[in-house]
């Protein structure tokens, strides 16, 4: 009951003023998963996404050892996100090589991909944790996320860097959505289909890296997968689809931020992931497009009319 | 030597063999495409294992096994129930209930308490192989003394019991399975079923997936069902072929990923160690990674 009472007080932003900037700066991140999963998923680059998340751990990690050996603390975001950066674009280049320069397929590549560089991470960590500098315990949040402890100016740099990919999708929309529905009719009138697809990709990466924080590396392609899905039960239209999807995002990470500011255990990323599939759960029956209830309630109605 | 017998041997049998297992069923996977299944499979059976260690209070294989089971086929219903009646689109219907069932495995995890007992988070992500001891070893003697040999780390009997019917489902089933993974329309004209055939891959899979996860870890599980098979498959055309090299890739990268990863290490007298797991993930990794650059089969994508 206690619980429940202090979650209705946070969930109204009745908290401390820290707890409040950072699930609004989850709320941010969630938006900006939920645009850019439209697009991987109507361009079929969800795995490709959760590959790359997973490839992430050993730029973290090693981040980690060069702020350590520079001077800096090892929890300092912009050598871990710098880090994430770098080894997140080899694996998407080794997924790319793989599949067109080999006999393998792309699910072989992917799979073998994401794999061997999450492996590597781990093994890099397992390092980490037998030297003895200190912080290190700080890099488990990478994996599953956490908001405990998580300063204003982290949640500042996340809700600034999802508003700049909300921008960069806008001010491509029309053609995304062009090569999303019809890649051989854009191609044919001189659309830049391959070099909208690697801003596709691109945009995948920045959110995979800004989301590592909240979310973890693990789970975090699940904010590309899940709201995109939810939004497409309620309408048919492309440009509220991605609005529909960036609200869902949205409130997923902003009760999931909460929930797991009630109790401290729990991993941010996990209840924001059950969040968001519970949001499906909703759309795919109550969805005013495509929901059951509303498909069910329009049979009847064509029934009786004829 | 005797250090060796009741520390690192049963470690290294325990990578090992789930290397094995893996690798032998991953054959089917990368040729039928579902290179990716090993990796939902690891996600989707946690929350199985968790909720039925808190029921049972064991770990004992087979409520494992039923708890593994039970949330796979929780899974695929609900895969399908999204796929066919809601119409989600295939891939988003997995990726969704995948990353959903991991995130519930890991809340009940956390939540009930027994993440500080007997399994971790850490464990079954990043496995941890360097728990399987044998303190009953004493000289190399033990390994033909009955009584010793029987308080051998169970898991080792799983893994070799896993192995065993894997691998005489395959022997048995060779012709079906060579048929439906590379031509599956011929199949059906000659009679065998691809669906059926499938549903066998997929259930061994599954079989391999949840004896190795609880012993291994999910990483270790995902890296041997793809890399030995795409390793091998950048050597030969021959699916016979292939199945061999893979579990020599398999074994290969078993045994030199856990020297690597420990007993390097203390011969140079370090402290540290790698995790054995996540370093003969890696091993498997470097391997094809060797394949695709001087494999004979690389160049112009082919199909055999």
């Known amino acids: 009951m206690n619980d429940l009472h202090s979650l209705v007080s946070i969930l109204l932003l009745q908290a401390g003023y820290n707890t409040i900037v950072v699930m609004l700066g989850a709320a941010a991140l969630g938006a900006a998963t939920g645009i850019v999963g439209v697009f991987a998923m109507l361009r079929r680059r969800a795995l490709v996404a959760d590959a790359v998340a997973h490839a992430t751990l050993p730029g973290v990690a090693l981040g980690f050892i060069v702020a350590v050996s520079l001077g800096f603390s090892g929890r300092s975001l912009p050598f871990l996100m710098t880090g994430a950066a770098l080894t997140a674009i080899l694996a998407a280049l080794a997924i790319q090589w793989i599949t067109n320069r080999t006999r393998l397929t792309e699910d072989t590549a992917i799979a073998s991909v994401l794999a061997t560089f999450f492996a590597l991470g781990i093994v890099m960590l397992t390092v980490i944790q037998t030297l003895k500098t200190g912080g290190q315990a700080g890099l488990d949040i990478y994996l599953l996320g956490a908001t405990a402890g998580m300063l204003r100016e982290e949640a500042i740099t996340l809700a600034v860097f999802s508003l700049v990919v909300a921008i960069a999708v806008a001010a491509i929309f029309k053609e995304l959505t062009l090569i999303s529905f019809d890649a051989d009719y854009a191609r044919a009138h001189g659309f830049p289909v391959r070099l909208l697809d690697l801003a596709i990709l691109a945009l995948v990466l920045a959110v995979v890296v800004i989301g590592l924080r909240v979310v973890g590396l693990v789970l975090i392609v699940a904010l590309l997968i899940t709201p995109p899905a939810a939004a497409r039960f309620w309408t048919n239209h492309t440009g509220r689809m991605t609005l529909i999807s960036a609200m869902i995002g949205a409130a997923s990470a902003y009760f999931g931020a909460a929930i797991s500011a009630v109790s401290p255990d729990t991993p941010t990323g996990a209840v924001i992931v059950l969040v968001a599939f519970a949001l499906l759960l909703f759309s795919v029956f109550f969805g005013s497009a495509r929901g059951i209830v509303v498909r069910a309630l329009g049979a009847r109605q064509w029934r009786g009319a004829s | ?304």
């Open chain 2, 1 to 304: 030597m005797t250090s060796f017998l009741q520390i690192d041997l049963p470690a290294m049998l325990t990578g090992t063999l789930a290397a094995l297992v893996c690798a032998l069923i991953g054959n089917f996977l990368v040729l039928t495409r579902q290179s990716m299944l090993g990796d939902a499979m690891g996600h989707v059976v946690l929350p199985g294992i968790v909720i039925a260690f808190v029921l049972a209070g064991t770990t004992a294989t087979w409520v494992m096994l039923a708890g593994a089971f039970a949330a796979a086929l929780f899974s695929a219903m609900l895969v399908e129930f999204l796929r066919r009646i809601a119409g989600v689109e295939p891939s988003a219907a997995l990726g969704s209930v995948f990353t959903a069932m991991f995130a519930l495995g890991v809340l009940l995890l956390e939540q009930s308490g027994v993440a500080r007992t007997s399994f971790d988070v850490h464990h079954i992500l990043f496995g941890n192989i360097e728990t399987a001891i044998w303190p009953a070893a004493a000289g190399l003697r033990s390994l033909f003394d009955t009584a010793a040999l029987a308080s051998l780390p169970p898991q080792l009997g799983r893994l070799a019991f896993g192995l065993a019917v894997v691998a005489l489902v395959i022997v048995l089933l060779f012709k079906e399975l060579r048929v439906v993974s590379f031509d599956p329309d011929f199949a059906r004209t000659i009679g065998i079923s691809p669906r059926m055939i499938g549903a066998l891959i997929v259930a061994l899979a599954a079989l391999a997936a949840v004896i190795s996860l609880s012993s291994v870890g999910v990483i270790l599980l995902v890296a041997m069902m793809v890399c030995p098979p795409a390793t091998a498959r950048m050597l030969t055309d021959d699916l016979k072929t292939q199945v061999l090299l893979s579990l020599l890739f398999a074994l290969a990268s078993g045994v030199f990923g856990y020297a690597i990863a420990v007993l390097l290490p203390l011969a140079f007298g370090y402290e540290i160690s790698f995790g054995a797991a996540g370093t003969i993930a890696v091993v498997a990794g470097l391997f094809q990674l060797a394949a695709m650059l001087f494999g004979p089969k690389r160049g112009i994508p082919r199909t055999v």
